[in-house]
């Protein structure tokens, strides 16, 4: 099978997976997601020990069709979704998760970094790069979170907070990152 033949198989077949899956998770009541990750791990399992689905493993999914299928679609889908008026009337607290919690986030992340690499296994490298590694890894996706407070019928204001936490979040990443890096290129 020729690359794109094996990536459109594979994909209309994940597609088609999932959309049993979410027919199953209605009837049983068991979350959506929990299924898709005890599916995921089953279907892993048997592709790696069965020889018939053995070309599976070839299959990867490429930053082409990340970027320019499925990202587009989950931006448009959480944008056009978000009424800017509710939006606004919440924008302290999706602010506070969105830039300081972030911000945060991210110098726990490098200084429990440092403390480690550099206590407990003898590698010295300055504290700032540490810190933009947490700043390149503090960024959440809270996909799984979203699609279980629909599930459950959370309160809508907390559905609305962590949709627009999570699209501000990316963006206060990148600048944050950017920032560190900026002053790691000005010290060396």
Known sequence: MTDFYLQTFSCLALLSLSMGIYLLAKKTRIPF???????????????????????????????????????????????????????MANKWSIGLLAIVSLIISALITGTIMYGVLTYIFDIHIPYIIYILFGALISATDPVAVLALFKECNAPKRLTLIFEGESLFNDGTALAFFLVILGVVMEMS
């Not at 053995?54 to 069709?65: A, C, D």
């Open 33 to 87: 997601t929990v299924l898709l990750v005890a599916f995921g791990l089953i279907l892993g399992w048997i592709i790696s020990h069965e020889p018939r689905f053995s070309f599976l493993l070839s299959f990867e999914l490429g930053p082409e069709m990340l970027f320019y299928v499925f990202l587009p679609i989950l931006l448009f889908e959480s944008g056009y979704n978000m009424r800017i008026k509710d939006l």
